[in-house]
């Protein structure tokens, strides 16, 4: 049974470009949250697709937006990036409603490294 | 600004110590999660509780839920060298759908 899978693992961009990032979630699950880890933090929630809509949003610029696919997959795209970008950029998955709303199972992340 | 305040940041002891990490927060939660992630992992969730004064183990780790649901503690028992990691604590709140989490505190158990 697969998990979350999340690529690229690994990227290196420059200031200004973009960059996107690509989630499958668990088997069964039809819920996935983005989180941005800064070295030494915690997690920090950017948003969550559910039903292929954008349900809630952090405390994020608008430089940060997503999708989410008809199969549950979802791709975070950060546009005009910033030093402060880098980070590791962790999806999770879950089941929309319910008891299991909020557990959460995450990807191994995708590390960015904006030079 | 942290939601969940964790405490301490950095913790190393000896393998066979006895160690407890904090999570402290001002908000009431509905609930509130331990998780451990290792380096270049996602992390993975250890337990959940719910309910004021709860405590759960599961075999060395033992977790405590305050009365007031604004804390939580986790505690280990006679640690291994495997229980090192990051420790992250993790709040949700009603009609909230994200988790808010604490910095996380870095344990490490010297063999």
């Known amino acids: 049974d697969a998990g979350v899978t999340q690529s690229p693992t690994h990227l290196i961009k420059t200031r200004g470009q973009q960059v996107t990032l690509r989630c499958s979630p668990k088997?069964?699950?039809?819920?996935v949250s983005w989180y941005q880890q800064a070295l030494g933090q915690g997690p920090q929630f950017i948003f969550q697709?559910?039903?292929?809509?954008?349900?809630q949003r952090g405390n994020f610029p608008d430089r940060f937006s997503g999708h989410q696919f008809p199969n549950y997959s979802s791709e975070l795209n950060v546009n005009a990036l910033l030093l402060g970008d880098s980070a590791l950029y962790l999806c999770?998955?879950?089941?929309?409603?319910?008891?299991?709303?909020?557990?959460?199972?995450f990807g191994a992340g995708s590390r960015l490294t904006v030079l | 600004t942290q939601l969940l305040e964790q405490s301490p940041q950095f913790l190393s002891i000896q393998e066979g110590e006895n160690l407890t990490v904090y999570c402290n927060s001002s908000?009431?939660?509905?609930?509130l999660q331990w998780y451990r992630q290792e380096p270049g992992e996602g992390p993975v969730l250890l337990v959940t509780?719910?309910?004021?004064?709860e405590v759960k183990k599961l075999k060395r780790l033992t977790f405590q839920f305050g009365d007031a649901r604004k804390d939580s503690s986790l505690h280990i028992t006679a640690a291994q060298p495997g229980d090192t990691g990051l420790y992250l604590c993790?709040?949700?709140?009603?009609?909230?759908?994200?988790?808010?989490f604490g910095a996380g505190t870095t344990v490490t158990v010297r063999a």
């Open positions: 999770a998955s879950s089941l929309g409603a319910g008891a299991g709303a909020n557990v959460l199972t």
């Open positions: 088997s069964g699950h039809d819920t």
């Open positions: 697709y559910y039903e292929e809509e954008e349900r």
């Open positions: 908000s009431v939660f509905s609930s």
């Open positions: 509780v719910v309910t004021g004064g």
């Open positions: 993790a709040g949700d709140r009603t009609n909230d759908y994200k988790l808010s």
